[in-house]
């Protein structure tokens, strides 16, 4: 009976481990993930928008130098609205912490060149943790199984003379 409860109590820690630890902790690398996805994406946006604002700064004409550029901003949500704004060769871009930088269209896109490279990598180690936290929950979940046979198959001897 001794080593009934004691196999029982491994049970329940490594049940505890399990749902307390590697299941919170692989959440919040998902999430994580998916905020690195969305920066990505952003990025990648942003390099789009840099392009266009570019070829639209280089093709402007004498007489169209005071006119301003019109456009639809996105309020989130997908949730458009018309805005005007005046044509220049400069924007200002999150750096981080809260940062903004005031830079040109080509520092921009230098900017985003030497970000998302970044971006990959810090993507690719989370990846790699996702997996590490899913062998090691495979792995518990094997224990558990292989501890609860082991008890299985001494309550069998125990209660079965045959």
């Known amino acids: 009976m001794a080593t009934n409860t ?5 049970v329940r820690e490594y049940e505890t481990f399990l749902n307390d630890r590697l299941r919170v902790d692989l959440q919040r690398a998902w999430s994580e993930r998916d905020r690195l996805f969305s920066d990505i994406a952003e990025y990648e946006r942003l390099r789009g928008t840099l392009n266009t604002l570019n070829d ?6 004498e007489t169209d130098m005071d006119d301003p550029l019109q456009t639809q901003i996105d309020l989130g949500c997908s949730f458009f ?11 200002f871009i999150s750096v981080g912490f809260g940062l903004f930088c005031e830079l040109t269209y080509e520092e921009g896109r230098t900017f985003i060149e030497n ?4 971006l990959h990598e810090q993507e690719a180690e989370l990846s790699k943790k996702i997996a590490h936290i899913k062998a090691n929950i495979k792995l518990v979940l094997e224990a558990l199984k292989e501890i609860q046979t082991i ?3 001494k309550l069998q001897t125990t209660v079965s003379p045959f």
């Open 81 to 91: 609205v018309q805005a005007e704004c005046p044509v220049n060769n400069r924007i």
């Open 115 to 118: 970000k998302l490279p970044y």
């Open 151 to 153: 008890d299985d198959k």
């Open 6 to 10: 004691l196999i029982q109590r491994k």
């Open 56 to 61: 639209l700064y280089k093709s402007r004409k």
